[in-house]
């Protein structure tokens, strides 16, 4: 019976691991889409000096919806993340049968079925549809309102 509560608490340990490692992939990812995010900006301001053409104005905006898809992409991810190791520690847990896994797992688990961080899930969606936005609109609209004298 010991040896299958050491096992047991060796592969919780190993999809903690693996989380962990996932979240390091996920926060670089994320510093990726930023800067890919201030490129979309200053490329859009670049544009608006130099007073570009439609043709431009059309790519750099395909341009900067891939950034958006892109970013939003990465977004789906990260919830893949954490369902799929909720997954694992809960199949994990059915099949210790008598053998519990820790409370933070059984947490977790609960978290993630309750739907999961949703001011995170929300507050990244606005942050890249505001980036979008930023880039794009100006581009398109005139937005300057000083006057000139």
């Known amino acids: 019976?010991?040896?299958i509560v050491m096992q047991s608490g060796m592969v919780e340990l190993g999809i903690w691991e693996v989380f962990v490692q996932s979240r390091i992939s996920i926060s670089?990812?994320?510093l990726a889409n930023v800067i890919s995010i201030l490129i979309a900006v200053w490329l859009s301001r670049v544009l608006i000096e130099k007073g570009a053409n439609l043709f431009f104005k059309l790519i750099f905006t395909?341009?900067?919806f891939a950034?958006?898809?892109n970013a939003y992409n990465n977004g789906l991810w990260v919830n893949f993340y954490m369902e799929g190791t909720a997954a694992s520690l809960a199949n994990l847990d059915a099949a210790n049968g008598a053998i519990d896994i820790s409370a933070t797992s059984k947490n977790f688990i609960d978290s993630v079925a309750s739907g999961?961080?949703?001011i995170g899930k929300v507050g990244v969606f606005v942050f890249f549809i505001s980036s979008l936005l930023i880039a794009v609109i100006p581009l398109w609209f005139n937005i300057n309102t000083k006057k000139d004298r």
């Open 62 to 64: 395909a341009f900067a």
């Open 1 to 3: 019976m010991e040896e």
């Open 67 to 69: 950034v958006f898809l």
């Open 116 to 118: 999961g961080n949703i």
């Open 28 to 30: 670089i990812i994320f």
